[in-house]
């Protein structure tokens, strides 16, 4: 079951701090493939040479929490969550 758009934009509060398993979700109807997540954690996002959004690694570990926190609040069209 795919989950819709607006229960993919409910799970943009992201509390790293508990240092449970993560998984990056990326509304693709919203992303406009900008690169901003990919300038501020490259580990994670990557903007290829076709111009989409590729998310690299869908449950990054505890290292990732603070960019991928900045990465979320810094997406302009609020297309990156996650779930904890």
Known sequence: MQDSPSQIREGLNYDGGKGGLVRVRVDFDLCTSNAVCMGIAPEIFEVRDDGFLYVLNENPGPEF??????????CPNGAISVEE
């Open 65 to 74: 929490d603070e960019r991928l926190r900045q990465a979320v609040a810094g």
